[in-house]
T-cell receptor, first 112, second 115 residues
């Protein structure tokens, strides 16, 4: 089954403790992206990657890092999480055309 | 810069009534337009998309949307809603042939279907 898999689904952590949210896709898509969803703000892009070793900032990149060492994986790293990063996070992938996005099931992160 | 406006944050409607969820976009270039649905505690599912051609687009679950270039709108409609349609709906736009494939989302409309 074609899918984007995120882990974990739920995470509660403390301020300053580094964490990684994993994202993996099995569709051989070139393009991958991370979004955060906040009430009243919709989804905002954090980082994206057009292909292996090619990443760039989205609209809200502060406090996040990403890497794209393999085509299928695109982890989101929070080096020093803060409470304002409490949010629902989605990973997405699409072919180069950008016409067919597949979203993961989401990761609900709480930073206390 | 592109932007998407969903004017209604919440739309209450009775079961079997028709519904329209409004979406307006701003862009100086050709765009692709999408509607996604998010059921409670779930991810995003594509309802329908407009790429080119016919301005009336039919999607899953009986939804349809009409692309209106002159009004820069892409409103979503369903002639008769069910309780199971209760969800949040997001309109999104992407550059036609843009370099980043970025989807820009609206702030969402919560459709609340009441019995």
């Amino acid at each position: 089954e074609a899918q984007v898999t995120q882990n974990p689904r739920y995470l509660i952590t403390v301020t300053g403790k580094k964490l990684t949210v994993t994202c993996s896709q099995n569709m051989n898509h070139e393009y991958m992206s991370w979004y955060r969803q906040d009430p009243g703000l919709g989804l905002r892009q954090i980082y994206y990657s057009m292909n292996v070793e090619v990443t760039d900032k989205g609209d809200v990149p502060e406090g996040y890092k990403v890497s794209r060492k393999e085509k299928r994986n695109f982890p989101l790293i929070l080096e020093s999480p803060s409470p304002n990063q409490t949010s629902l996070y989605f990973c997405a992938s699409s072919p180069r055309t950008g016409l067919d996005y597949t979203f993961g099931s989401g990761t609900r992160l709480t930073v206390v | 810069a592109q932007s998407v406006t969903q004017l209604d944050s919440q739309v209450p409607v009775f079961e079997e009534a028709p519904v329209e969820l409004r979406c307006n976009y701003s862009s100086s270039v050709s765009v692709y337009l999408f509607w996604y649905v998010q059921y409670p505690n779930q991810g995003l599912q594509l309802l329908l998309k407009y790429l080119s051609g016919s301005t009336l687009v039919k999607g899953i679950n009986g939804f349809e949307a009409e692309f209106n270039k002159s009004q820069t709108s892409f409103h979503l409609r369903k002639p008769s809603v069910h309780i199971s349609d209760t969800a949040e709906y997001f309109c999104a736009v992407s550059d036609h042939g843009g370099a980043t494939n970025k989807l820009i989302f609206g702030t969402g409309t919560l459709l609340a279907v009441q019995p």
